[in-house]
């Protein structure tokens, strides 16, 4: 019988503010339904992330205050996380997680707290707060719906996540959402982001299976409900129809940017 | 000022002519016209209670209102209108057309986020919190705001403030705002012993980020809690509840323990009830006067609400991940077969983000097989549909659809078929909607003697 899916939750204890458990029960079920076996570590703060452990690491957002509590606890061990990463550890951090994984995070006194240095990516904390139902175009897993609440404003050269159909993205200004760098997926959108969103799961949970050496062939489950809470939230919530989303990414978005290595086969 | 009096009262006079609830326009009407109009009219009072925090506010201060009103007349926004233009509509209900308050005393419920705007306008003699859970993320920002924004609040003031002891956040607050305290507890013995997944705000130390230890919850982050860094713990309280049944006994200093009958179910009511003893002790009322309040006590809309369908039917308000695990245990308390109908809308006053479904604990629901039925309804019903499938329950008893009376159809169909009783339960605006459709039930129901159970 093959080994069964590590997941990693680092510190639900802090960084839970966005109901991140419901990712987690996500990917859990996903695998579940699909009688594949996996184990969820809920790694509490304080105890040290034993990233060679884990086939997916997730990584919530808190409150500010709490934030500071994880950035510093992270930063000790920020060689382990360079290697895992580039390494190609699949690792999803949502909102004060994915801020996390930049540089620095200037606070509105000047003052910038350093962050994991995974990035080339910078966040600068403005007003007003970005609030609200958001919508993005991903070139692999089409809309992507939920909900946005950050004062950050995050910049960065990598390919995004999705280009801003409705909402703010990452910085309100350049259409950008989130980040998708090796195996990297850093976003604002919580709500939380994996149940509305099935086809991003099964992406994140591929791209697990492949990196934990298991077969990535995942069986198509009964979605009907989930994809008509996506369809009902583009209808109702951004007045968008399905079909003129799926319509929208154009095959120019398809390729890969300039400079990233060739798509695995 | 006279203005402003003047329209508000004309307004209120209207929508009561057409038969409608004048609970925050006359106030909104009249503060546009009189900016500083709540300070004028608080300015006459003698004393102003606030009862504020993120659950159980309108019971609270709905039950301290029935005995404070023991000792004399009393202004209150009764119906939950917590923000300044509700006050203000209450205020003016007690004004004559000269613009004086007729009453001196009053109570108001306040919300977290408007108290630091009316603090300073009122003459707060006592302030109570009954608890500080996350609630509408996306109105207040995070947990610290609305923390800060009670702080604030609270140090405006000269009130002693009436905190639960139980609450690591309020009792952090009492420390903080330098104001005397007066702590309410529950007793030990009232400890949960079930250990579902706690909800876990405020689980770590305010004053230096350890994480708390509990040797008990009572449910959500109330419980025993000490830190073992720096010695922040939960004081022994000055008021302690002990629950029995349909009864709280309450123990002061010194004193012998009273025995007093509850009007309200669930834990979380009774958190609420005694609150407003602790607030009607500091006010100086005594035990006559408190039973005699408790006693003429109703619950207010969607707080375990019946109404006499067939089958028959409860409302509960949810709004957040607490309230939520409260009222779902208090379903899973009753007897027989029940169908749960959740109304969830994400308007402006529900908090557009409905994250939350995911904080609270639907698994209980899940495993339960005396919830024979799931049915989503309201603005996000997919949401609350997707939340139930993923938190276990089984694909082929969980129904969705977001009209209302289509959903509630549903529900009724399901405990019709199952002999099951049906707990509605709705989020703020999907409320009165909610309790109209269930009304307008009960009254077909009544006039349709075919379907009444046979006499013999
Ligand atoms: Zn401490």
Not at chain 1, 251 to 260: F, K, N, S
Not at chain 2, 69 to 89: D, I, K, M, S, Y
């Amino acid at each position: 019988m093959p080994r069964s899916l590590r997941i990693a939750h680092l510190y639900p204890d802090l960084l839970n503010l966005y109901a991140d458990r419901g990712n987690i029960r996500t990917l859990v079920q996903r695998c579940r339904w699909r009688g594949l076996a996996v184990e969820v570590t809920a790694v509490p703060a304080g105890d040290v992330p034993r990233l060679h452990e884990y086939d997916l690491v997730l990584l919530g957002g808190g409150s500010d205050r709490e934030q500071q509590l994880v950035g510093q606890t992270l930063r000790r061990y920020q060689a382990e996380w360079r290697a895992a990463v580039a390494a190609g550890l699949p690792l999803l951090a949502i909102c004060g997680g994915y801020q996390l994984l930049g540089e620095y995070y200037e606070l509105p006194s000047g003052e910038r707290v350093p962050g994991l240095e995974l990035l080339e990516m910078t966040t600068v904390a403005k007003s007003p707060r970005l609030i609200g139902n958001i919508a993005i175009a991903s070139a692999k897993c089409g809309t992507i719906v939920g909900f946005e609440n950050h004062g950050g404003r995050t910049y960065h050269r990598h390919p995004p996540l999705g280009r801003v159909l409705r909402g703010h993205g990452n910085n309100a200004s350049d259409g950008t959402e989130g980040v998708r760098w090796l195996n990297v997926f850093g976003t604002y959108i919580h709500g939380p982001l994996l149940p509305k969103n099935p086809r991003l799961a099964d992406q994140l949970l591929r791209t697990a299976l492949r990196y934990a050496g298991l077969p990535d062939e995942l069986e198509p489950l009964d979605d009907e409900l989930e994809l008509a809470a996506h369809a009902a939230f583009l209808e109702r919530r951004l007045q968008l129809s399905t079909q003129q989303t799926e319509g929208s990414h154009s095959p120019g978005e398809e390729r890969l940017p300039a400079g990233h290595p060739s798509r695995p086969t | 000022m006279l203005l402003g009096v003047w329209l508000g009262k004309l307004m209120a006079w209207l929508l009561r002519l057409t038969g409608r609830r004048a609970t925050s326009l006359p106030g909104q009407l009249a503060l546009r016209l009189t900016p500083r109009l709540l300070s004028q009219l608080g300015g006459q009072l003698r004393r102003c209670v606030i009862v504020t925090g993120t659950n159980g506010k309108t019971t609270t201060a709905n039950l301290l209102a029935h005995m404070m009103e023991q000792a004399g007349p009393l202004v209150h926004n009764r119906e939950g209108a917590n923000l300044p233009q509700g006050l203000v509509t209450a205020l003016l209900q007690y004004t004559s057309w000269l613009g004086r308050l007729r009453v001196s005393t009053a109570l108001f419920e306040v919300d977290e986020a408007t108290l630091p705007a009316v603090a300073a306008c009122l003459p707060v003699k006592v302030a109570a919190v009954t608890n500080v859970f996350r609630d509408q993320l996306d109105r207040y920002g995070e947990l610290d705001g609305a923390l800060g924004k009670l702080l604030t609040g609270l140090r405006q003031t000269q009130a002693v403030l009436v905190l639960n002891a139980d609450d690591p956040l309020a009792h952090f607050l009492g420390l903080r705002c330098g104001r005397p305290v007066v702590a309410y507890g529950m007793s030990r013995s009232c400890v949960q012993t079930h250990s579902h997944q706690q909800v876990r705000d405020g689980a770590f130390c305010l004053e230096c980020g350890t994480r708390l230890t509990y040797d008990g919850f009572f449910y959500g982050q109330l419980g025993l809690y000490r830190c073992p860094a720096c010695g922040f713990l939960r004081p022994h309280p000055d008021v302690l509840g002990v629950w029995q049944g349909d009864a709280l006994e309450v123990e002061e200093a010194q004193l012998p323990r009273v025995r007093y009958h509850l009007p309200v179910r669930g834990l979380y009511n009774v958190y609420n009830a005694l609150c407003a003893i602790a607030c009607a002790r500091v006010l100086g009322l005594n035990a006559e006067q408190i039973a005699a309040g408790l006693a003429q006590f109703q619950a207010p809309l969607g707080r375990m609400q019946a109404f006499t369908t067939r089958p028959p039917s409860v409302l509960h308000l949810v709004k957040n991940p607490a309230g939520c695990d409260s009222v779902l245990a208090a379903v899973q308390a009753e007897p027989g077969r029940k169908v749960v109908c959740a109304a969830i809308h994400d308007l402006a006053a529900d908090g557009r983000d409905v994250s939350w479904l995911w904080d609270a604990d639907f698994e209980q629901l899940a495993s339960d097989p005396s919830v024979v039925s799931c049915v989503a309804t309201g603005l996000r019903a997919e949401d609350m549909a997707v939340r139930w499938k993923y938190a276990g329950v089984a694909r082929e008893r969980i129904a969705c659809h977001p009209d209302l009376a289509e959903g509630l159809a549903l529900a009724f169909a399901a405990a019709a078929q199952q002999g099951a009783t049906v707990h509605c339960l709705a989020t703020y605006t999907a409320l009165a909607p909610l309790a109209d459709l269930l009304q307008r039930r009960e009254q077909a129901d009544a006039s349709q003697p075919a379907y009444r159970p046979s006499v013999s």
